[in-house]
């Protein structure tokens, strides 16, 4: 009902929306209206409530509102179900507590937090994940070979690229293997994390962060100069819920695309976008490094780098340009 109320309230922004409007629409009376409004109250909407005049949402911009995004989604795999938590450890931990403990998670769930305190990146590396940010998981379950489920990855980065550059016409580029970048600084990561067996049925979870609404100042000191948000860029906020509706669709066309169609269609957009092909590269592996140019991505999503001396083809590491 919760959600109702909210997707009403967004759906009319800018207006008063009356308790008696709400309670006829939703068949619930105007109590139980108010009651619901008090508990969004809590979560962090801002509901302004003047007596004849009814209910406003003030925040609806920057706060997630799971029956829009899912009413925009109808048709997708991806987003059929969306839970959303205020605040969560970590929203890819969160969708392996739950399939791990066998709770029924269909396949396309999105888990959504408007903060995470214990956010996750690459490498075991700490995500700084403030509020205004978009921080979900997507939970899959592909029929697809362990070697196919590496170019996930890739698929994904340029599905999250394609749909971020909307906001920033011709600005976004991917650092290999799936590192959204504008101009020199990162926007958006994505970990990739299987969950289950491997003889079995296995989930997928594919975690995406993206810094939306976030203001330098908010971005923690150590990534402050590295790091930057659709906010900064676009120089004005954006409605978070057409970043995750657009990005979802997007993750969803792509998902579909390399199910039918494989990788190559997508291995060419994503060497057009790649920021570093054609340039001189430096990949951190284990203890030393490994620097040339980086010729080409390959069909198995493999980095190709020409030290001069020999081909070397790479499927994890960190790059520096
Ligand atoms: C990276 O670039 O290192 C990957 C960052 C992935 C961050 C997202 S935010 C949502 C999901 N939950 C996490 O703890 N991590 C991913």
């Known amino acids: ?63 997630i509102i799971p029956g829009v995004v899912k009413a925009e989604l109808r048709g997708c795999l991806l987003g059929r179900d969306i839970i959303y938590y205020s605040q969560l ?30 956010g ?5 590396r700490k ?11 997507v939970v899959l379950s592909p029929e697809l070979a362990v070697s196919e489920l590496a170019l996930l990855s890739l698929v994904f980065a340029r599905a999250v690229a394609k749909s971020l550059d909307t906001f920033l016409p011709g600005g976004c580029q991917i650092k290999w293997p799936n590192d959204v970048y504008v101009k020199g600084r990162k926007l958006a990561g994505i970990l990739l994390e299987l969950s289950g067996e491997m003889d079995r049925a296995h989930y997928l979870v594919a975690g995406v962060g993206i810094n939306v609404n976030v203001a330098r100042e908010d971005l923690a000191g150590e990534i402050r100069d590295a790091a930057t948000s659709l906010y900064i860029e676009a120089g004005r906020k954006v409605d978070i819920n057409k970043v995750l509706t657009g990005v979802l669709k997007s993750m969803d066309d792509y998902y579909n695309l390399f199910r039918e169609r494989g990788f190559s269609p997508i291995r060419e957009e994503f060497k057009a976008c790649c920021m570093h092909l054609g340039r001189k590269v430096r990949v951190k592996r284990g203890e030393g490094y490994i620097e040339g140019i980086n010729e080409d991505i390959d069909f198995m999503g493999n980095m190709v780098i020409n030290t001069g001396k020999e081909i070397i083809r790479i499927s994890t590491g960190d790059v520096s340009i």
Do not use: H
Not at 5 to 16: P, V
Not at 120 to 124: Q, T
Not at 127 to 137: I, N, Y
């Open 1 to 63: 009902m919760r959600d109702e109320i909210l997707s009403q309230l967004y759906w009319r922004q800018g207006e008063y929306v009356s308790g008696q409007e709400l309670a006829d629409k939703l068949g619930i009376t105007r109590v139980a209206v108010w009651k619901n409004i008090e508990a969004l109250k809590e979560e962090g909407y801002l509901i302004e409530a003047v007596s004849r005049k009814g209910y406003l949402l003030r925040n609806g911009k920057e706060m």
């Open 120 to 124: 996750r990146g690459r490498m075991g």
């Open 127 to 137: 995500w700084e994940s403030p509020a205004g940010g978009l921080w979900f998981s």
């Open 89 to 118: 450890d970590s929203t890819n931990e969160e969708a392996k507590r739950r399939i791990n403990a066998g709770c029924k998670v269909e396949e396309g769930t999105v888990i959504v937090a408007g903060r995470q305190t214990a």
